[in-house]
């Protein structure tokens, strides 16, 4: 094929939408989380995701790289994230005694201690995020969770209990779902 005949797929404006809704919902609930963190414990949402993860990792420690990759964000943003949190006393670094050349972020008591304080961090701000974001982009992003679980009894032809699920947990499945139901 051309490249003047090949035609891109885009999403259609339904599609859009409810892709647009749910990157609209992550990044302001993702915010009012970080805030709530912020004013509620002196931390944010990155630095508490440092903490979370180095206390859920053998020893409550990781090499550099390995909670660089974990965490999600350049080697050089997790220096200077890693760096804050061992001035506030709540990461310690260390050398690696069999491999100098690597550094290991260890969770410190306190760190321990400042992660219990924040974990029932619940922010209004997110049901406030969630309300913001326009109705029809939650219809939609509800609609395609029907279509995953759809999708997913379909591959097992379990249809039915697909549906009931969908039912049982307050949602009614679009049309189309009770169109296969009708062919089947």
Same mark, same amino acid.
């Given at each position: 094929?051309?490249?003047?005949? *090949?035609?891109?797929?885009?999403? !259609? &404006?339904?599609?859009?939408?409810? +892709?647009?809704?749910?990157?609209?919902?992550?990044?302001?609930?993702? *915010?009012?989380?970080? *805030?709530?963190?912020? &004013?509620?414990?002196?931390?944010?949402?990155? &630095?508490? %995701?440092?903490?979370?993860? $180095?206390?859920?990792?053998?020893?409550?420690?990781?090499?550099?790289?390995?909670? #660089?990759?974990?965490?999600?964000? =350049?080697? !050089?943003?997790?220096?200077? $994230?890693? =760096?804050? $949190? &061992?001035?506030?006393?709540?990461? !310690?670094?260390?050398? %690696?005694?069999? @491999?100098?050349?690597?550094?290991?972020?260890? $969770? #410190?008591?306190?760190?321990?201690?400042?992660?219990?304080?924040?974990?029932?961090?619940?922010?209004?701000?997110?049901? #406030?995020? *969630?309300?913001?974001?326009?109705?029809?982009?939650?219809?939609?992003?509800?609609? +395609?969770? @029907?279509?995953? #679980?759809l999708d997913a009894y379909l591959a097992t032809a379990d249809v039915p209990r697909g549906v009931e699920l969908m039912r049982k947990v307050g949602v009614e499945p679009e049309w189309r779902v009770v169109e296969v139901l009708e062919l089947g």
């Open positions: 094929m051309s490249s003047d005949t *090949a035609k891109h797929e885009y999403l !259609s &404006e339904m599609e859009f939408r409810a +892709w647009h809704g749910s990157l609209s919902f992550a990044n302001r609930a993702m *915010a009012a989380l970080d *805030a709530s963190l912020r &004013e509620a414990h002196g931390i944010s949402l990155s &630095e508490f %995701d440092v903490l979370i993860t $180095l206390y859920n990792s053998p020893n409550r420690r990781l090499r550099m790289s390995e909670l #660089t990759q974990r965490v999600l964000i =350049t080697a !050089s943003g997790m220096t200077q $994230l890693v =760096t804050r $949190l &061992e001035r506030g006393g709540l990461v !310690s670094r260390t050398v %690696d005694e069999a @491999d100098r050349r690597s550094f290991f972020a260890t $969770l #410190t008591e306190a760190g321990d201690d400042r992660l219990r304080e924040a974990r029932p961090t619940r922010p209004e701000g997110v049901l #406030t995020a *969630a309300l913001e974001v326009e109705g029809e982009a939650v219809r939609l992003v509800a609609y +395609w969770r @029907d279509r995953a #679980t």
